[in-house]
């Protein structure tokens, strides 16, 4: 499968993702409102947006340049292999 490169189709995407957040949402707070878990559900929604800032925009302009992206699968495998770069690098 290749990237998507058309501007209409990543708008589209953009918009279907969220149309899926929003009704998600609302379907969770209709079914049990309070606002306990409005506040719980903005935090999450909050939490994991920053997440994902970081593991992309942040790691790729402030810590490593050379870092591309292509997926949350990929950040991990990043993860993972400079562990693996610093466990190799203590043991010289």
Do not use: E, H, K
């Given at each position: 499968m290749t990237d998507i490169k058309s501007p209409a189709l990543l708008y589209a995407k953009g918009f279907l993702m969220l149309v899926v957040g929003t009704l998600a949402s609302v379907?969770?707070?209709v079914d049990r409102f309070e606002l306990k878990n409005a506040i719980l559900l903005a935090?999450?929604?909050?939490?994991?947006?920053?997440?994902y800032?970081?593991?992309f925009y942040v790691i790729q302009h402030y810590i490593d340049p050379q870092?591309?992206?292509?997926?949350?699968?990929?950040?991990?495998r990043y993860c993972a292999n400079r562990g693996n770069q610093h466990s190799h690098r203590e043991a010289q």
């Open positions: 379907l969770l707070l935090l999450a929604v909050w939490g994991f947006c920053r997440a800032y970081f593991a870092y591309r992206f292509a997926g949350l699968v990929d950040f991990i």
